[in-house]
């Protein structure tokens, strides 16, 4: 005869066995569900990419498959040689071609792999353009975030095969005799030291941007040429003192203040590299020189030497547009700051370079950013 209650007290009874053997695999299986669950729902499709774009937080220290060499010099270089370090999107493969015909020492650029589409069209270049054959190229794949700006920088300035590094983005054009003025300017040098290039944009074409320095006052004069970032970000640049350069004949020292990010020429072997969690747009090189700051280098400008960057259409950003990745970018500078004072010993709560001072445990301030 059936005896329900009974029955039943013995099933909750094994129910309550089994559960109690197998907890710890219970709870694991809960863990994974949990994790996809939430890996999938911070995914959302990026227009016309057919790629995926996790959230800010989630890929801050996202790992990537790099090859380092894909393209080895063939061409010996002097261990004081200055070496270009750039980063390229596919799209900008041409710019890498123009520079090294103007620079016509050592390089190394870091290439960011979308597909494999990339990477033929990379062989494509090398045969076609002999130029590229002594320029080291390395590549970066996907991994599903928005451009690695910084992961990029990291892989060509580790690749250098000189220590003494100039960092560019693929969109500038040296002036002309760049390459022996700062080989001679680094030649027993201050290892903490950093050079700054004078940075200029026009919107010449390439074959009149002018590459002497009287050409491009000329073209600021005109109207042609103006200092880069002026309007957008003009702390950024404004330490190094232009008006003072168009007359300066020997290097002259600048003392640092909060955001502004010059384009280097520096030490490796003595320098941090650049913060990871940055990625897409801001503040990705501004952090790298405070550091420096911190560190106590001195930073000067060189008078015989410009750069010039180039025209071309508006990049488009991964995700989301570049304000609101600005906006982004600044929950991780608060910690970037925080982080690099605690480590080398300042106090969060004073503006050591007009950075704001942070209140309380985490992040807030009463002032600006930038």
């Known amino acids: 005869m059936w005896d329900g209650s009974s029955n039943s007290a013995v099933l ?18 809960f863990i994974i569900f949990c994790f996809v669950l939430i890996h999938i729902s911070a995914k959302k499709p990026l227009p016309g990419r057919g790629k995926v774009e996790p959230s ?15 393209n080895k010099p063939l061409r010996k270089f002097d261990e004081d040689d200055v070496t270009i370090a750039a980063q390229v999107s596919p799209n900008r ?48 794949y996907y991994n599903e975030t928005r451009y690695p700006v910084n992961n990029l920088r990291n892989l060509a300035v580790e690749a250098s095969l000189t220590p003494w590094v100039l960092i560019l983005d693929a969109d500038f054009v040296t002036s002309g005799g760049m390459l022996d003025y700062l080989n001679s300017v680094v030649r027993g040098s201050d290892h903490k030291t950093a050079y700054i290039i004078p940075a200029f944009s026009t ?67 003595e320098a941090p590299p650049f913060r990871e969690e940055f ?14 700051a911190l560190l106590g280098w001195d930073f000067y400008v060189l008078p015989e030497a410009f750069i010039t960057h180039q025209p071309h ?21 608060c910690g970037v700051v925080l982080d690099t004072k605690q480590a080398l010993g300042y106090p969060v709560d004073e503006s050591i370079y007009g950075e704001p001072p942070l209140l309380g445990k985490g992040c807030e301030t009463n002032q600006k950013w930038f």
């Not at 089994?18 to 709870?27: D, P, S, T, V």
């Not at 800010?56 to 894909?70: D, N, Q, S």
């Not at 597909?115 to 045969?127: A, F, G, I, W």
Request: aromatic letters at 16%; proline letters at 4%.
């Open 12 to 29: 909750l009874h094994n129910a309550r066995v089994y559960i109690g053997r197998h907890r710890l695999l219970f709870l694991f299986g």
């Open 203 to 269: 919107t010449l074409p390439p074959t009149k941007i002018p590459r002497t320095k009287r050409g491009i006052i000329s073209a600021l004069i005109d109207g042609d040429a103006a200092v880069v970032n002026k309007n957008a970000c003009y702390k950024c640049h404004n330490v190094t003192d232009y008006h003072r350069w168009y007359f300066a004949l020997e290097p002259y020292q600048v003392w640092y203040r909060w955001v502004y990010e010059p384009f280097l020429l520096f030490y490796r072997d």
């Open 56 to 70: 800010a937080i989630h890929t801050m220290f996202t790992t990537f498959h790099t090859v380092k060499f894909y």
């Open 93 to 140: 493969l041409a710019r890498i071609v123009e520079m090294a015909i103007e620079w016509q020492g050592p390089m190394s650029v870091a290439l960011y792999v979308y597909s494999d589409e990339d990477v033929e069209e990379l062989d494509r270049y090398l045969v076609k353009y002999p130029a590229l054959r002594d320029v080291g190229i390395h590549l970066l």
């Open 279 to 292: 990625k897409g747009y801001g503040f990705d090189k501004n952090t790298w020189v405070y550091n420096l």
């Open 313 to 333: 259409e508006r990049t488009h950003w991964d995700g989301n547009n570049v304000d609101e990745q600005l906006g982004e970018m600044l929950s991780i500078v």
